[in-house]
């Protein structure tokens, strides 16, 4: 047991040794002066024009609200395309986007299943009918709803001169339950405590999933979107920064997207993530290290914003369930591995609320439930994250599959000043 104990504690300095740097992330995101772009906001109208991509499976039931929302933007209509592919479906959905005035392209290929192969393959229709090419290609997903400036801000970082930009992810039922409170809040923290963070640096930023923009010669470069690992967001990140590209963050561009209710359904949400970006180092490992190498420190803060949050878990968990197995079957004294692995997670939770609540306290204003609820997602936040800690263990040893997320979210619980811009 005593190697046990000198295990764990040897796990809580690493961790604190990996995470000590977001800490400062912390101080800058609550503190820190806005950075201004490179050569200022330019002051001139935008002549960029941008096509949207949508990928769609079975999403009849919500994608007129994004398609809504697209055509209500401040941007120029004339300067903005859209476009839908509407993957492996069996509803209406293509039919809907066409009735919402979009370009829809249909697919049905079950051999290659998941949103990267769709992308690849309406890129790939857009290269070919649309050889003009576009200044910008802007990523969503068909549950999310946008505010009316939400392109035009994006635009403004854009010119910057980003080769990608990241855009601001709420959500819209982060009121609805604990589960999609814990997960609406994780995403305010990546947008607040390491996005705006690293932004206000001048660090690259990292793309989260949806609502992300990238330029005509980054598309160019990639001939198509060959990224198709469970995680393609964090696939996508890891290559523009291997390839040296600067990934910029706009707080104002804010889309709302829809969160998992259901607990099962969000581990299983964890779990592929989890296995995702482990794939993601399998693939890209060497190259980030090379990055850092090569003094890239936009490659080591990826490295290090994944793999503490859940590797290192992860193997402390494997490693203790085993010790105490042992000890059981040996019957052995485990009071002091109980209580050292006790301790651990009561400092772990602790820890947890005190960022929950920074992040509850910095974005107040834009979390949308009441004040009880906040205040309960603050308690609940830490059950949350130590619930999925498990399903990032499972996922190293587990199968896991791309699956689509289910969509439950009523009209009622869109915010009234995005049903009334749709």
């Known amino acids: 047991m005593e190697g046990m104990l000198r295990f764990n504690a040897l796990m809580g300095v690493l961790s604190a040794v990996c995470c000590g740097y977001l800490l400062v992330y912390m101080a800058v995101g609550l503190f820190g002066h806005e950075r201004k772009g490179r050569d200022g906001a330019p002051e001139t109208a935008s002549t960029n024009r941008y096509v949207v991509l949508i990928c769609a499976r079975n999403e009849e039931a919500v994608i007129g609200r994004l398609l809504q929302s697209l055509a209500s933007q401040t941007y120029p209509q004339s300067l903005v395309s859209v476009f839908v592919m509407a993957d492996n479906c069996m509803d209406g959905t293509a039919r809907a986007a066409r009735e919402e005035g979009a370009r829809v392209y249909e697919r049905c290929d079950t051999a290659h299943v998941g949103k990267g192969w769709a992308l690849d393959a309406l890129m790939r229709h857009i290269r070919r009918d649309h050889p003009e090419g576009f200044d910008g290609y802007l990523v969503f997903d068909a549950d999310n709803i946008l505010r009316a400036d939400y392109l035009e801000e994006m635009d403004k970082t854009f010119r910057e001169g980003y080769s990608v930009v990241t855009g601001y992810r709420n959500s819209l039922n982060g009121g609805g339950n604990w589960v999609a409170a814990g997960s609406a809040l994780w995403f305010m923290r990546e947008n607040r405590f390491l996005n705006l963070a690293r932004q206000r640096l001048g660090i690259s930023c990292m793309v989260g999933g949806t609502g992300f923009l990238f330029s005509r010669s980054v598309a160019e470069e990639m001939g198509g979107w060959p990224y198709h690992l469970l995680t393609e967001d964090k696939e996508f990140t890891a290559d523009m920064l291997i390839r040296g590209h600067r990934i ?93 692995f006790g301790t651990a997670v009561v400092r772990a939770y602790l820890g947890m609320m005190a960022v929950g609540a920074l992040t509850t306290a910095a974005e107040w204003r834009r979390i949308g439930a009441d004040t009880v609820r906040k205040l309960c997602g603050i308690l609940t936040f830490p059950v949350f994250l130590l619930c999925c800690v498990p399903a990032g263990a499972a996922a190293v040893f587990a199968r896991v599959e791309w699956k689509p997320i289910r969509h439950g979210v009523s009209a009622r619980q869109v915010p009234s000043e995005l049903r009334r811009q749709g």
């Open 248 to 340: 910029g963050f706009c707080g104002k561009a804010e889309l709302f997207d829809e969160q998992p209710e259901s607990l099962p359904q969000a581990l299983r949400q964890r779990m592929r993530w989890a296995r995702g970006y482990l794939q993601v180092f399998g693939r890209y490992g060497c190259r980030l290290a090379a990055g850092i190498g090569r003094g890239r420190f936009a490659c080591y803060d990826l490295v290090m914003s994944v793999v503490p949050a859940f590797l290192l878990p992860a193997v402390v968990i494997a490693v203790n369930a085993a010790a105490l197995t042992g000890g059981i079957l040996t019957s052995a004294d485990l009071r002091p591995l109980l209580s050292s």
